[in-house]
Structure formats: C-alpha cells, structure tokens
C-alpha cells in the first residue's frame, strides 16, 4: 500500500503569500523568519542587562592604566601610540638580529648559487683544458685534428627534450637566485650603514665634489675623537 501511495500524484502544497491588501507591508514573514529576529532580540536584550549590571555595580574609585593609554575612536578603543618604548640599546640589538638574518639568507643563496653552477658545468671563468698530441707525420696530425674537432662540437650531440627543459629550467632558476642574491646584498649594506649611523659619534655627509668617485650613494665621514 505504501508504494502504490507514493505512485500517486500529490500536489505540492505552497506557502501563503502576502494578500493583494498587504502589498505594501513587504513579503509575509514565516515561522523560520521569525525564529531568526526572535533570537537576534533576545541576544540584544541580554546584552542590554549584562551592561546595566555592570554599570549598577561599578565602583565610582576603580581606576587602571587603561584609561589613560587608551582613546575611543568612532566607538572603539584604541591604544596611545607608544614613543619610545625601546631604548638604544635594545633598538641596536634587534638591528644586529635583522643584519644577521639578512647575511644568512644572503649566504645561503651564494651556496645555492654555486651548487647549481657547478651541475650545470658553467665554466665561463675557468681556463678550457686541452690535451696535447704528438704526430709522427701530417697525415696522422690531420686525422687528429679531425678527432678533436668533432669532440669540440658541441652541436653535434643530440640532447633529449625533457633533459633541454630541466636545463632551461635550472638556467632560469640561476638567473632569478642572482637576482634575489643581488638585491639581498644590497639590502645587507644599506642595513650595515643605517646601524653604523646609530652609533655614537660626530658624522657628516660629503657632498659631490668631496667624493672621489660618486656613485650615487650617500658617503659618511665620522670625525676623528681623541681616544683617553
């Protein structure tokens, strides 16, 4: 019996809609409508409470730093902006970390830079190595010259695809670890320079026409103290 129910038609039973006499009021709201702002309300209405509460039984004497390192802004409480709060010292401290960070990373790039140039068999500085043959006549010295030549010719060898690409690939990465290297090295001495204008002592710039050679870079010179 059950299954022959199922097999019957059955209308779909929808919900009521707004009558044509409340159009202006907007859709009808529902049951499950009303759940959600019934619930919405009463979390606002315990909110509401739980701040009088607190306002009933606040002690008029309670005082914390709070009140004075902080300020409201557009209702939230925000806190002071604290001037310095590290000393020299430890400002010189966290500066040597950062240099130190800095020279690692830098380090550990040269390492990886020369890895990969030594498995990629770069040997653009290095002097070519040759091997040097003695003939007993010109036709044995032409037959050797005709060897050497065509081991020299590094066109001739055929390199697969997938080992082209992986070479490619590695070129690519060399080129992008060069760069990374160099902008770390750049960033290690301008770090070095701003902690060494830290330090005490009388410094000043030199001008233009005080430089030897410009580079546009900004040159110190720290003037010489008489040392007790």
Known sequence: MSSLRNAVPRPAHKERSQPQARKRFG???????????????????????????????????EFYYKMINSKTVDGVHRPKEE????????????KTQDIGYVFQKLQSEKNKIDRLTASLQCTE?????RHVYFAEDREEARELQLQAKSKSDVSAIHVPKDIKKKMDRSYRDLEAR???????EKLYMDMSMQKELQKK???RKLREDE?????????Y??????KR
């Open 27 to 61: 859709l009808l709201e529902k049951h499950k409508d009303y759940v959600i702002r019934a619930k919405a309300y009463h979390q606002k209405e315990d909110i509401k409470k739980k701040l009088k509460q607190k306002a009933a039984f606040k002690n008029p004497d």
């Open 83 to 94: 001037i310095n709060k590290y000393s020299a010292e430890e400002l010189m401290i966290m």
């Open 125 to 129: 500085d290095q002097p070519s190595r």
């Open 178 to 184: 060069k760069s990374r290297a160099k902008d770390l």
């Open 201 to 203: 002592g009388r410094k």
């Open 211 to 219: 430089i030897l050679n410009p580079n546009g870079k900004p040159v």
């Open 221 to 226: 010179k720290w003037k010489a103290d008489r």
